[in-house]
């Protein structure tokens, strides 16, 4: 019997701690809660490198000799173009005149297609004075061919001719 007794005395006494504890004042206690705001910043790694093309025929060597009607495409440069942007870049270049320094010129246009690509015949359609390519769309190294086209007269004025084309590349969006 003392056995049941001992265990009613404690029992009863758990009840009352329990209670006790359940209507203390720390039982009750005020709760809040809280926001962490967490931000950060990528910044843009477009990068753009031009590398012109050299040897006969090429940038440094153009060949500015011809009939008057028959235009002479030439790719002039390499264009290493890398982003983080996932919807690509645009480059745009200026169309202009290869000039002799004496107001003699010969127009050129100006074209891109992706490097190497050796099916693609080079768009040569813009018009004005700004030659603009929106075609890549993907992050990473993008490189690019930069071609020119133009037409010298049949009897050009003699003397060195030579132009510079100005590029940029800009993030879309």
């Keep these: 019997m003392s056995t049941k007794l001992i265990r009613r005395a404690l029992i009863a006494s758990g009840l009352f701690i329990g209670t006790a504890?359940?209507?203390s004042p720390t039982?009750?206690?005020?709760?809040?809660?809280?926001?962490?705001?967490?931000?950060?910043?990528?910044?843009?790694?477009?990068?753009?490198t031009a590398t012109r093309t050299t040897g006969p025929g090429n940038a440094d060597q153009l060949v500015l000799t011809g009939d008057g009607t028959?235009?002479?495409?030439?790719?002039?440069?390499?264009?290493?173009?890398?982003t983080n942007n996932t919807t690509g870049y645009t480059l745009t270049?200026?169309?202009?005149?290869?000039?002799?320094?004496?107001?003699?010129?010969?127009?050129?246009?100006?074209?891109?297609?992706?490097?190497?690509?050796?099916?693609?015949?080079?768009?040569?359609?813009?018009?004005g004075a700004l030659y603009t390519d929106?075609?890549?769309?993907?992050?990473?190294?993008?490189?690019?061919?930069?071609?020119?086209?133009?037409?010298?007269?049949?009897?050009?004025?003699?003397?060195?001719y030579g132009a510079t084309i100005i590029l940029a590349v800009t993030d879309k969006g």
Excluded: C, R, W
């Excluded at 039982?27 to 753009?48: E, H, I, K, Y």
């Excluded at 929106?134 to 060195?160: C, E, H, R, V």
């Design 21 to 23: 504890v359940a209507f």
């Design 93 to 127: 270049a200026t169309e202009g005149n290869l000039t002799d320094g004496h107001n003699d010129t010969i127009a050129y246009k100006l074209a891109s297609v992706n490097a190497g690509d050796t099916t693609t015949t080079p768009n040569f359609s813009g018009t």
């Design 27 to 48: 039982a009750f206690a005020g709760t809040t809660a809280g926001n962490v705001v967490l931000a950060g910043t990528v910044a843009s790694t477009l990068d753009m």
């Design 70 to 82: 028959t235009a002479i495409t030439v790719k002039v440069a390499d264009l290493a173009i890398t």
């Design 134 to 160: 929106s075609s890549t769309t993907t992050a990473g190294a993008n490189p690019k061919d930069l071609y020119i086209k133009y037409t010298p007269s049949a009897i050009q004025q003699a003397g060195t």
